[in-house]
């Protein structure tokens, strides 16, 4: 059995060579989250992950883009990080960018000076996980995490020259709480000014807290038509001034995708359409698709 087996990473990463850093999410705790709840976390040794480069360049050795995995994996201690970039540059001569899921504490727990030496090495994409930016549905969802919190780690990574990739989810705030969810999670963007941007809609996962409280009527998905509501609410609040959008996922009840500022009134529009035609089911959530 290989020793570098990722089995989650984002869309966008579907080129990279993916390294398997860690195994598992180091907090787990998440109430929506299921990609790591049957994965005890491992911290791997950094020889292991030497090796895995190792093998990996053998495998690509014209490689360009490396996605390091599992969940958090930017948790690890600044020497590791050194180590393991300083590692990836030299295995493949035409690295351009290394890529990574973060959290607000990882990146917090690194220094500026630290995120700009990371940079140099070719760190170039955190994606970061804000989900709402409603501090009382973070706390419901079981995040660990403040959205206050989570926008000060995202000025901070930008301000070294890094980039983020900021994921919401969608519905996250149950019937009652739906607008309010899309207000403060537009509020925090704003002040995140993110260069990527995605949009899903969430799906219970079982095995998850969400799933047992949707099962036993503690949470309400938001119905078809809400959801669209939601996400219309989301844009026409959103004042970002340099942001790839996206809301393509199969989760998504439409496919969007676009730049702000320019494409706002475009989307508006598009989900205005949406609304307005009858085709939206608003009873219920509809038809679910299993949500990776």
């Not at 014209?62 to 994996?73: E, H, N, S, W, Y």
């Not at 009382?136 to 995202?154: D, F, V």
């Not at 403060?184 to 000014?193: D, F, P, R, W, Y």
Request: net charge neutral.
């Amino acid at each position: 059995m290989s020793l570098n087996q990722p089995q989650f990473r984002p869309p966008a990463e579907q080129d990279s060579v993916l390294i398997q850093m860690d195994v598992g999410c180091p907090f787990n705790g998440c109430a929506f989250c299921g990609m790591y709840k049957h994965l005890p976390h491992e911290k791997r040794a950094v020889e292991s992950i030497l090796k895995i480069i190792r093998q990996e360049a053998r495998a690509q050795p014209d490689a360009r883009r490396v996605f390091l995995a599992d969940g958090d994996a930017f948790s690890r201690s600044v020497s590791d990080w050194d180590a393991v970039l300083e590692a990836l540059n030299a295995a493949f001569p035409r690295l351009s960018r290394v890529n990574v899921y973060a959290t607000g504490r990882s990146i917090t727990g690194k220094s500026p000076a630290d995120l700009a030496r990371f940079k140099a090495k070719k760190l170039n994409t955190l994606y970061l996980g804000l989900e709402s930016g409603d501090e009382e549905t973070l706390r419901r969802m079981l995040k660990g995490e403040t959205a206050e919190h989570m926008i000060q780690a995202a000025q901070l990574a930008q301000s070294a020259g890094l980039k983020i990739s900021v994921m919401i989810l969608l519905g996250l705030g149950g019937r009652e709480q739906s607008l309010r969810h899309a207000r403060a999670t537009a509020a925090a963007l704003n002040q995140m000014q993110p260069r990527l941007l995605s949009a899903l809609r969430v799906v219970p996962v079982p095995g998850t807290p969400l799933f047992k409280w949707v099962e036993d009527g503690l949470f309400q998905l938001p119905t078809e038509y809400a959801i669209v509501q939601e996400l219309r609410e989301l844009v026409a609040h959103l004042a970002l001034e340099s942001t790839v959008f996206r809301a393509n996922h199969s989760s998504n009840i439409i496919p969007l995708e676009g730049r702000f500022p320019q494409d706002q009134n475009r989307l508006l529009a598009e989900l205005d359409q949406l609304l307005a035609s009858n085709t939206l089911d608003t009873q219920s959530p509809g038809p679910l698709p299993f949500w990776l």
